[in-house]
């Protein structure tokens, strides 16, 4: 396994959350790792993303100044601290890893050469 997403669950409207994704030695290369949701019914969107080198971040405009992303570069792990969760936020998130994105690239799906299993938030209102 490359990439492993741990941390869903069932939390409360308000309440807070946080992913981890744990990269391989072969996984921890890539330049740089995103989060992914898909709730039911819906497609797969753009979460967060951050680069591995440097640190950078980016975000989709709904969870901008609610979650943050971060990585962890000794443990080869990234983060997603997910806070003031609401009914919206319900859904399946993968973690992915990207060997070669540029910026404006980051939010599509088809940058990403690497998927790890979905980890499931349920936020309860």
């Known amino acids: 396994v490359q990439l492993q997403a741990s941390g869903g669950g069932l939390v409360q409207a308000g309440g807070s959350l946080r992913l981890s994704c744990a990269a391989s030695?072969?996984?921890?290369?890539?330049?740089?790792m995103g989060w992914f949701r898909q709730a039911p019914g819906k497609e797969r969107e753009f979460v967060a993303a951050i680069k591995w080198n440097g640190g950078a971040t980016f975000y989709t405009d709904s969870v901008k100044d609610r979650f943050t992303i971060s990585r962890d570069y000794a443990k080869k792990t990234v983060y997603l601290q997910m806070n003031s969760l609401n009914s919206d936020d319900t859904a399946v998130y993968y973690c992915a890893a990207a060997r070669n994105a540029i910026n404006s690239s980051l939010r599509f799906s088809v940058s990403y050469d690497m998927w790890g299993p979905g980890t499931l938030v349920t936020v309860s209102s």
């Open positions: 030695e072969r996984t921890f290369s890539t330049c740089v």
